[in-house]
């Protein structure tokens, strides 16, 4: 199987590392939404990324729905996301605020470099939505005294938070500053620090790449 994007884009790095920290081998194709989009649409008309090809040929679409089907995959027992019931509830929760983060950090990087005339209430919006879920994200990972979010062991709610940091640390530095998060910024150091995180990485690219 392959998976098509680049790494610079925090969805579609959580679906790459989950695929290492599963040991799940696929080929990367980095394929740009923009300098590549000839390419992309036979499997994705759409035009976003991640999508996982499988080795049958059928194109999953869309993070969230990729990382269920590898879940389905290696069985309940090495699932990053909890079956069922109220823990799977919060997972899900801390995935929303952090995946949610991720697609207003993007869109601010599309109108600061696509639109010659920004709207700035619209901007404003989308930095003070990106600010309060920070703060919130930031009270809970501070409550938090387990190595991970939800216990001992890496989940799913991790891995989105890191790459959703990382993303928004290099592409709005004045929004995500670690002396103001230092609970989230110390989470995003121990994701960062583990291997896969180290492999799949890619400093910000235009919006071609993003």
């Not at 998976?3 to 081998?25: E, H, M, N």
């Not at 649409?41 to 049958?56: G, K, S």
């Not at 869309?62 to 990053?80: C, F, K, N, Q, T």
Request: aromatic share 8%; net charge negative; charged share 20%.
């Amino acid at each position: 199987m392959f998976l098509i994007g680049q790494y610079d884009s925090p969805f579609v790095r959580r679906t790459a590392i989950a695929l290492k920290l599963y040991g799940l081998p696929f080929e990367h194709r980095p394929w740009s939404t923009f300098g590549d989009a000839d390419k992309i649409a036979p499997y994705n008309p759409l035009l976003r990324v991640p999508v996982l090809v499988l080795d049958d040929g059928e194109a999953l679409i869309d993070s969230a729905a990729i990382l269920d089907h590898l879940d389905e995959a290696v069985g309940p027992e090495r699932a990053m996301l909890a079956r069922s019931g109220p823990l799977r509830r919060r997972q899900l929760r801390t995935i929303a605020l952090a995946t949610g983060l991720g697609d207003k950090a993007v869109s601010l990087i599309y109108e600061r470099v696509l639109r010659k005339d920004r709207l700035a209430l619209w901007v404003a919006r989308c930095e003070m939505q990106i600010s309060g879920v920070l703060a919130m994200l930031e009270a809970e990972r501070a409550a938090v005294s387990t190595d991970y979010w939800y216990g001992q062991q890496i989940g799913h709610a991790d891995i989105a938070v890191a790459c959703v940091l990382r993303f928004t640390s290099e592409a709005h530095p004045h929004l995500f500053e670690a002396a103001r998060f230092p609970a989230l910024a110390a989470h995003a150091a121990r994701c960062e620090a583990l291997p896969p995180f180290e492999e799949v990485v890619q400093p910000l690219a235009p919006p071609s790449g993003v």
